[in-house]
């Protein structure tokens, strides 16, 4: 079992930056690939980062890449989403997620395990 709790999320200007973290429990957060997703208003979860067990492989989705990172630190047992050059599109909830396969899982059955998720909000 994993809870993972999401936190970083806000108001933020276009072009701004945040970061969003998401501290798991468990002993074994280090086998799970973690992703991370967002709802829009009005708008289905969709994929927007993940990263593998060791950390060593990454995706990103087509609307973020460039301007995003995901990361891990295992030992902290916490993974991070570094957003930079925001949008007001950006905005949405976001959630991280565990899964208990390998690579860089992006569809929302591929994951077992989510967050509650945190606001986003990008707007001047």
């Known amino acids: 079992q994993v809870q993972l709790v999401e936190s970083g999320g806000g108001l933020v200007l276009p072009g701004g930056s945040l970061r969003l973290s998401c501290a798991a429990s468990g002993r074994t957060f280090s086998t799970y690939a973690m992703g991370w997703f967002r709802r829009g208003s009005g ?3 969709m994929f927007v980062a993940a990263i593998s067990w060791s950390g ?6 087509d609307s973020v890449e460039g301007r995003f990172t995901i990361s891990r630190d295992n030992a902290k047992n916490t993974i991070y989403l570094q957003m930079n050059s925001l949008k007001p599109e950006d905005t949405a909830v976001y959630y991280c997620a565990a899964a208990t396969v390998d690579g860089t899982p992006q569809y929302i059955y591929e994951y077992d395990y989510w967050g509650q998720g945190t606001q986003v909000t990008v707007s001047s």
């Open 56 to 61: 060593g492989s990454t995706y990103y989705a």
């Open 43 to 45: 708008k289905e979860r």
